[in-house]
């Protein structure tokens, strides 16, 4: 039997219903400001629906889902996956230095741009 539904498709963070029911990210203590692309949220929703309240999320390009970023010279910690020499997965820690993804588009950066 099928259920009532209001399906809305959010095209980005900007889109009013873009942060339903997504809490806020904690700060980790190593990032300094809200990301101020998805403010603190980290994902958003494509898609949900507002009688079930059942969504499909996108993560953040611009905080790796963090929902912080660093405004300083510190390299940050992001999960990640390679490959053993034994062919099996391993999770590590990959450290990004701001300088290797620094761009003169702010949207297309991956970290902020500290306010003079």
Partial sequence: MPHASN???CDGPDSPHAFDIIPLRPRNGSL??????CHGHGQWNTEIDLVS???KR?????????GWV?????????PDIVTT????PKWIVRYVVKSDVESSDP??????VPKP
């Fill in 7 to 9: 399906i809305v498709h």
């Fill in 70 to 78: 660093e405004t300083g010279d510190d390299p940050i910690g992001f």
């Fill in 107 to 112: 949207k297309s950066a991956l970290l902020a």
């Fill in 85 to 88: 020499p034994e062919g099996y």
């Fill in 53 to 55: 309240f059942r969504c």
């Fill in 32 to 37: 300094d400001a809200r990301c101020p692309i």
């Fill in 58 to 66: 996108a993560i953040c390009d611009h905080c790796y889902g963090a």
